[in-house]
């Protein structure tokens, strides 16, 4: 039982670059987010999802995309990376029904944008 | 709004003394709470929720809706305490995570 992957677990890129982050659970969880991670920020939701084939935004979602096309998988999306975004991105899921089940985190994925 | 504050970026205590970590929150209705938790080189994991009542390695937690807090305590801090935690406010279908206090226990 792996819980919660992240892929890739770093990754630099050019301005102006796309890249995918990929996020897998195997505990069968309803909710599924993206978080990013920046000192002095705390966590900030970029966006998620209550279920598969759904997908909300959170508090900072501009210059991201998301994708649950099966319900394991939350997909995050850069079209047009830019240096702000450089940051460390965590997944998490949660069985569902309330927020207030527990969140299972990922190990993260650093990004660096040049 | 619903906000989390945590006020303090950084609280350094000596091995042995209480630590009381500080979050205050703003929610109109019945909130529910939480503390996480990341150790070094460790994903962020839940440390204790409010409705459970209960004590986590020593830790506990108690709601103040009078004072809108959900101060994190413990008596006895040890160095393995040592960790970044974060304040957490449920809204419904998401949570939202004050901007965390980093504990540092000295020796």
């Known amino acids: 039982n792996a819980g919660v992957t992240q892929t890739p677990k770093f990754r630099v890129l050019k301005t102006g670059q796309s890249m995918t982050l990929l996020c897998a659970q195997d505990?069968?969880?309803?909710?599924m987010y993206w978080y990013r991670q920046d000192p002095g920020m705390g966590l900030r939701l970029i966006h998620y999802s209550v279920g598969e084939g759904t997908t909300a935004k959170g508090e900072v979602p501009d210059g991201y995309n998301v994708s649950r096309l099966k319900k394991q998988n939350f997909l995050l999306g850069l079209e047009s990376a830019a240096p702000s975004q450089t940051s460390v991105y965590f997944c998490?899921?949660?069985?569902?029904?309330?927020?207030?089940?527990?969140?299972?985190f990922g190990p993260g994925t650093r990004l660096t944008v040049l | 709004a619903q906000r989390v504050t945590q006020p303090e970026k950084l609280l350094s205590v000596f091995k042995g003394a209480p630590v009381e970590l500080k979050c205050n929150y703003s929610y109109s209705g019945s909130p529910e709470l939480f503390w996480y938790v990341q150790y070094s080189r460790q994903r962020l994991q839940l440390l204790l929720r409010?409705?459970s009542r209960e004590s986590i390695k020593g830790f506990t937690a108690d709601l103040n809706k009078g004072e809108t807090s959900f101060h994190l305590k413990k008596p006895f801090a040890q160095e393995e305490d040592s960790a970044m935690y974060y304040c957490?406010?449920?809204?419904?279908?998401?949570?939202?995570f004050g901007k965390g206090t980093r504990l540092h226990i000295l020796p």
């Open positions: 998490a899921s949660s069985y569902g029904g309330t927020a207030g089940d527990t969140q299972y």
């Open positions: 505990m069968n969880h309803e909710y």
């Open positions: 409010h409705i």
């Open positions: 957490a406010l449920n809204q419904g279908d998401k949570i939202i």
